[in-house]
């Protein structure tokens, strides 16, 4: 089943709102997921670094007034695209790291993604 | 974290195996290779991962040369719906991290 849950999976927003994307950490608790904004046709992005407690660590380029992130909780991180714009159309994807020494596997999981349409 | 270098596309025959290379020349030695694909408006998905053993799942194989410079990720039975970008990225879980960097990858397509 899945270990990551994103919702909406498909959102569409008028220029100048704001729109709210949630990811969740269904199967442990994670102090870090990541944000990843992907263009038709690109590969994956990294946005930002979401810490539960702290503030969130941007990439150059990537605005942190216009994507807030909250990481109020150890399952629950939110991209909040404010004031948004055509060319924020995008498909936004959040992955979580699972915690070390909890499984000998995998230790990075992603969400299915959701798609922005600004209008 | 070390890049890597990917053909951009291949082909194979449904029900043969397809063997997806990897360039990571410049991978040091607490560096691990990672492999996940992307279908189609979907989350990448984990595939497989290791450190320097050739690893195995119910998914693929993972050949890593002795240099460790670069590796081979193995569908034994391809189907159509491997088709998808396959990513080979190599992560430092060491430092702390995990961030991912994403490549371009391969784009597999599976025919009938």
């Known amino acids: 089943g899945a270990v990551v849950s994103q919702h909406p999976s498909r959102v569409i927003c008028k220029s100048g709102t704001s729109v709210k994307i949630e990811c969740r950490s269904l199967?442990?608790?994670?102090?870090?997921m990541f944000w990843y904004r992907q263009f038709p046709k690109q590969s994956l992005m990294l946005m930002a670094t979401?810490?539960?407690?702290?503030?969130?660590?941007?990439e150059q380029g990537v605005e942190k007034d216009k994507f807030l992130i909250n990481h109020a909780s150890l399952t629950l991180s939110t991209l909040t695209v404010t004031s948004a714009h055509p060319e924020d159309s995008s498909f936004y994807i959040c992955?979580?790291?699972?915690?070390?020494?909890?499984?000998?596997?995998?230790?990075?999981?992603f969400g299915e993604g959701s798609w922005l349409t600004v209008v | 974290d070390a890049k890597t270098t990917q053909p951009p596309s291949m082909d194979c025959a449904e029900g043969r195996a397809a063997n997806l290379p990897c360039n990571h020349s410049?991978?040091?030695?607490?560096?691990?290779v990672y492999w996940y694909r992307q279908i189609h408006s979907q989350g990448p998905q984990y595939i497989i991962h290791?450190?320097?053993n050739n690893e195995t799942n119910e998914m693929a194989s993972l050949i890593i040369t002795e240099d460790r410079k670069s590796s081979t990720l193995i569908l034994p039975h391809a189907t159509l719906r491997d088709t998808a970008v396959y990513y080979c990225?190599?992560?430092?879980?060491?430092?702390?991290?995990?961030?991912?960097?994403f490549g371009k990858g391969t784009k597999l397509s599976v025919i009938p």
């Open positions: 979401s810490n539960e407690g702290s503030k969130a660590t941007y």
């Open positions: 199967d442990f608790q994670a102090t870090t």
């Open positions: 410049t991978i040091s030695g607490n560096e691990y």
């Open positions: 992955s979580v790291r699972r915690p070390v020494g909890l499984h000998s596997g995998n230790t990075i999981y």
């Open positions: 990225i190599v992560l430092n879980s060491g430092a702390g991290s995990y961030q991912l960097t």
């Open positions: 290791g450190l320097k």
